[in-house]
């Protein structure tokens, strides 16, 4: 069974007083645990399609199955549990809460989940991510690749098998990028999720297994990669 199978998925919102399609018609498989990038140009559906998939909101229609689970219907409260046990996140612009340390940040959804351990999880978590000097750094106090560092390390906190990030090295310099797609890969490595990554970055989609192409809302080309890379170096 694969890890995420979404059926006929189609995603409308108004805008001018009429509807606008941003997915039309999207059928997709991804198995566990296959890195996948998904690309495109601006305004093909590639961030909403994560969202979906995140059950950050929800479909016009079709549906979304998530580890043999039917998102797409469950109650608020069941998505949140859900998401919380099943998804991690990273977004482009971090999320970082600014009045919680980074230590913090990383306990969150591990004290949601009422992990005892969450004070020495996140602390681990952040060492893996080579801040462990940091901890009790804010996040105005941290550079842009820390702070983005902090992401991915809350968003592995709770090891879910899937985890989602919308252009993860958007927002970073190249060397910067460079160290958070090691991270990536090395956590992913580790950690076997499977990673689903919305990217324009073409040194990012590289290093996965399969790239997807949305053209208005649509799969128009679905390829697993030849000569893939393990690491960044060049």
């Not at 998530?66 to 219907?73: A, K, S, V, Y």
């Amino acid at each position: 069974m694969p890890l995420i199978t979404i059926q006929h998925l189609v995603m409308r919102l108004p805008a001018g007083g009429r509807l606008v399609t941003i997915l039309d018609d999207l059928s997709l498989e991804i198995p566990h645990p296959q890195r996948v990038a998904i690309v495109g140009p601006s305004g093909s559906g590639k961030s909403t399609l994560l969202g979906l998939i995140a059950g950050l909101d929800r479909p016009t229609s079709g549906s979304i199955t998530l580890d043999g689970m039917e998102i797409t219907t469950l109650p608020e409260n069941a998505l949140a549990r859900y998401r919380r046990d099943k998804i991690g996140y990273i977004f482009q612009s971090f999320h970082l809460i600014p009045t919680l340390t980074a230590l913090e940040n990383v306990a969150i959804p591990l004290e949601l989940g009422h992990d005892p351990q969450a004070q020495t999880r996140a602390a681990e978590l952040l060492k893996a991510v080579g801040l462990d000097d940091r901890l009790y750094h804010y996040p105005v106090q941290l550079s842009g690749g820390e702070q983005q560092r902090v992401a991915v390390a809350r968003a592995f906190a709770c090891r879910p098998p899937l985890l989602l990030a919308d252009e993860p090295t958007g927002n970073l310099d190249s060397a910067t990028g460079q160290q958070v797609i090691q991270l990536l890969l090395d956590l992913h490595r580790e950690h076997g999720t499977t990673l689903v990554l919305v990217t324009h970055d073409p040194l990012l989609a590289g290093h996965m297994e399969r790239i997807v192409t949305l053209r208005d809302g649509r799969v128009v080309s679905d390829r697993m990669v030849t000569g893939e890379r393990s690491s960044t170096e060049s």
